[in-house]
């Protein structure tokens, strides 16, 4: 019998994100005005609908029942790709995820137009663009277009950074 | 024709007309920008009202929320972010025929299919804002809490064929909704002492973390897709023959939306999800849901158009404000010393059939700004990818951080987006989780509110005649849906053995 790999990795995910929800939810204090249902009784129910929804995945994929799902969909990977390849985009996915963190760090202290310039050059250097001139220069006008649009127009203000509000 | 003459004389003895372009290019460009919902959009205008006719404010405000609308569509089409919440479900079929280079065929299908939304939705607002208020005063909180699960239970039809993993994604999604103060007696809840996290989450951040972030997260690792064709990189409006195909998903649309739209708190975002599942129901072609459908796309945005005018329903009958939107617009007419309700008829007729007139110019002025704007939008689309990641994640942020000025959201967004993409992976549908969040709160305070009121007595659910009839309806359209989706799946399964 083959194992459903991806429906045993969902309800094991699940499963353990339904036990935290719940963990979360006994945590939640009383209220002196508190009804029938109380503050905790509606995600008790969800917390309770996820884990049970996770181990029925846990069991399909045990049992590796077909799913019933559309034969199709997103490639899986071929038989003949190798590992490193097959994990390719999902470090392309985390190498991305990091330039967003660093500028979600940076954002507040460089201020919007310096890091959302260096955001836009960052990503698009390392999705691959053509390393010229005009990289920089695309990505300072971007940042200033979007500023423009938001600060400005919308009188929507995005953050000065505190390095140049302190000089 | 005593109202014509109201509504053309109001109309030319004002500023109203230019208003209403104003408003309809304001709220395209306000809609377009992720973060900035239609409401918000109307409030920045709101200020500028002061000094103006009322008629000119009443028909500027309504315009930017007519503009705003259907602007929400153009970023959900092109870069697979809603610019607003009523264009989540416009993602699904829309972004899916830009990648195959049909840019410009689901642009021309959401402008048409918002247009006719938008004017039968002005029609109804005509012809039934006396009778159809009293389909508001008709809901009760348990009402309210059987339309949430009328709402939850076309789940199975935007399950992508496996029914479990859709409900674990709506789950998933009421349990986000749950963050924040409690409805009833405001204890904070998932909080984990984050002072952003007390007000609980915005489905739009959701919506923007599951649909453009992860989008962005899949793409940066495969190949560029199908780069429009000259002809395809323009706006192709549909002809008669998909016009004809067309009408099915556009009359679901108006009915649904028209429901929707007079029911107070329900909205656009819910009658978008309906729509669409209903089409998708009612198809000859249901299998190219998910694929590129046009009338994948037809459906919610007809749906979320006539919203934009049957929303008005209550407002100017009974003084209700159903949405954000119509609580700014409600501030429109209080500034000028409007007070809408039943006397708003018989007190200020010029600024009622005015703002009738005015809608009306708004709808047929979206279409010709939409004719010279969308085009230009598509080449911007159609630039090299790695720029069009970099401006999407830039505009993203942006809109994120634009909602309330906190870094702590943008973070939040790029969690969701993680979790979105953990989700891909695992082929777990995003549009019941998307439902889930839209309809948590509304489900959970209305459970919770009849049980006050009926002393903890379940009765109260199937004692209210519109709850009762809201509730079989969702046994009934849960039913059909599970009976179809088993049915498929059996006959797939024959398929797939008779070809071994």
Known sequence: MKLNAVDLTLGVLAVTAAAGYLYETAQIPESLLEDAVGARGVPLAIGGAMAALGALLCFRGLLGARNGEPSGGERPAAASESLPNALRPHLQALALLGILATYVALSPHAGYIASTALLIAGIAWFAGAKRSWQLPLIAIAGSVFLWVMFDPVLSIPLPAGAWWESR | ?500
């Open chain 2, 1 to 500: 024709m005593e109202p014509l003459g109201h509504a053309v004389h109001a109309l030319v003895s004002s500023w109203a007309i230019p208003g209403a372009l104003a408003g309809v290019l304001w709220g395209i460009l306000g809609g377009a920008l992720p973060g900035i919902s239609p409401s918000i959009a109307m409030a920045l205008l709101l200020p500028l009202t002061y000094g103006m006719d009322a008629v000119t404010a009443i028909v500027l405000l309504a315009s930017v929320y007519v503009g705003a609308e259907y602007g929400g569509s153009i970023p959900a089409i092109l870069i697979r972010t809603p610019g607003t919440n009523s264009a989540s479900a416009t993602v699904i079929d829309g972004y899916e025929m830009a990648r195959q280079g049909r840019a410009g065929e689901a642009l021309g299908i959401s402008l048409i299919a918002g247009l006719v939304g938008g004017l039968f939705g002005l029609v109804v607002l005509v012809a039934a804002t006396k009778p159809l208020a009293m389909v508001a005063l008709a809901f009760t909180p348990p009402a309210y809490f059987a339309l949430g699960i009328l709402g939850l239970s076309v789940v199975a039809g935007l399950s992508g064929g496996s029914l479990l993993k859709g409900l674990l994604a709506a789950a998933i999604g009421l349990a986000l909704a749950t963050a924040g103060p409690d409805p009833m007696t405001g204890v904070p809840r998932f909080t984990f002492g984050e002072p952003d996290l007390l007000s609980g989450i915005k489905p739009l951040l959701v919506m923007m973390g599951l649909f453009a972030v992860t989008e962005m997260l899949v793409q940066i690792g495969e190949p560029p897709w199908a780069k429009a064709n000259a002809a395809n990189a323009r706006l192709k409006l549909p002809d008669l023959r998909m016009m004809k195909r067309l009408a099915r998903p556009t009359a679901i649309g108006s009915v649904i939306g028209t429901f929707e739209g007079v029911t107070p708190g329900a909205g656009g975002t819910i009658a978008a999800f309906m729509a669409y599942s209903e089409a998708k129901r009612w198809s000859n072609a249901p299998e190219e849901f998910g694929k590129g459908s046009p009338e994948g796309v037809a459906a919610p945005e007809c749906a979320n158009n006539v919203v934009t005018a049957t929303a008005l329903v209550p407002l100017l009958s009974l003084g209700i404000p159903g949405s954000n939107s119509a609580a700014v617009l409600l501030g429109g007419f209080l500034v000028h010393g409007l007070q809408p309700g039943p006397m708003l008829f018989e007190k200020a007729p010029e600024v009622v059939y005015g703002l009738y007139g005015g809608l009306l110019i708004a709808n047929i002025a979206m279409v010709a700004i939409g004719l010279v704007i969308l085009t230009p939008c598509i080449w911007l689309v159609n630039r090299p990818k790695p720029w069009l990641i970099a401006f999407v994640l830039a505009l993203v942020v942006t809109g994120v951080y634009s909602v309330h000025q906190s870094v702590f959201e943008v973070g939040l967004v790029l969690g969701v987006g993680v979790v979105g993409y953990i989700l891909r992976a695992c082929k777990v549908p995003p549009l019941p989780m998307v439902l889930g969040v839209v309809l948590g709160f509304m489900i959970e305070s209305n459970y919770r509110r009849s049980l006050l009121l009926s002393g903890g007595d379940y009765s109260i659910f199937y004692l209210d005649k519109v709850s009762l009839g809201l509730l079989l309806a969702a046994a009934a359209l849960a039913t059909y849906s599970l009976w179809r989706e088993f049915g498929e799946r059996a006959q797939r399964e024959r398929v797939e053995a008779a070809a071994t």
